[in-house]
């Protein structure tokens, strides 16, 4: 059984530019979520896809964008990058969209901002 | 409004002894989950243990137990025999039924182990 694997694990930016990162859920899962953890903060809930559709959102501006594919891969884009978007990013994975299923996490993408 | 809140900072445990990281939570919800994940330096989420809030017993999952008290709103988790390889820093988090998919954290405490 494959787990959550993120791509790329580390990538440098410059304010104003755009970026996507990636999340393959792990085998059989068709929940993916994403959030962002700040140094030595807790991570925050970005949004969630289900089935390909967008299934909960957090306080994050419009401009933080998600895809997820048939495979249930799923993408996070981030457009006009400011400073404070230099995070951990996690991508989880769970079987379906229930309060008891536990999230499987990926090893993250470090991203910062210039 | 749902939140969860993490107290220490920083625990140091002796090596074999048993250590707890405190959690409390708030949530008007009557069904929710609440976990416990442990981050390594390499920055991975690794799941340990879950207890929902209508579990009668406190769950276990080898050497982790979660101490859950419903009334005082309070979910401590208990590592027993502590590891070096237990120093991490550790989450506390919430799911509720208002919203499934998102799972609330708390600031964390990280666990050192002395040998």
């Known amino acids: 059984e494959t787990g959550v694997t993120q791509s790329p694990t580390h990538l440098i930016k410059t304010r104003g530019q755009q970026v996507t990162l990636r999340c393959s859920s792990q085998?059989?899962?068709?929940?993916v979520s994403w959030y962002q953890q700040a140094l030595g903060q807790g991570p925050q809930f970005i949004f969630q896809?289900?089935?390909?559709?967008?299934?909960g959102r957090g306080n994050f501006p419009p401009r933080f964008s998600g895809l997820q594919f048939p495979n249930y891969s799923s993408e996070l884009n981030v457009n006009a990058l400011e400073l404070d978007d230099s995070a951990l990013y996690l991508c989880?994975?769970?079987?379906?969209?229930?309060?008891?299923?536990?999230?499987?996490f990926g090893p993250g993408t470090r991203l910062t901002v210039l | 409004a749902q939140k969860i809140t993490q107290t220490q900072p920083g625990m140091f445990v002796q090596e074999k002894e048993a250590v707890t990281l405190d959690c409390t939570y708030d949530?008007?919800?009557?069904?929710?989950?609440l976990f416990w994940y442990k981050q390594p330096s390499s920055g991975e989420m690794i799941f340990l243990i879950y207890q929902g809030s209508y579990d009668q017993q406190n769950a276990t999952e080898g050497r982790y137990s979660l101490n859950f008290q419903k009334a005082r709103k309070s979910a401590n988790l208990v590592i027993s025999a502590s590891q070096l390889g237990d120093s991490a820093m550790y989450f506390c988090?919430?799911?509720?039924?208002?919203?499934?998919?998102?799972?609330?954290f708390g600031q964390g405490t990280t666990l050192q182990v002395k040998p």
């Open positions: 989880a994975s769970s079987l379906e969209d229930t309060l008891y299923n536990e999230q499987f």
């Open positions: 949530t008007s919800d009557p069904s929710y989950g």
């Open positions: 896809y289900y089935r390909e559709e967008e299934n």
């Open positions: 988090a919430m799911r509720d039924s208002s919203n499934t998919g998102k799972l609330i």
């Open positions: 085998s059989g899962h068709n929940t």
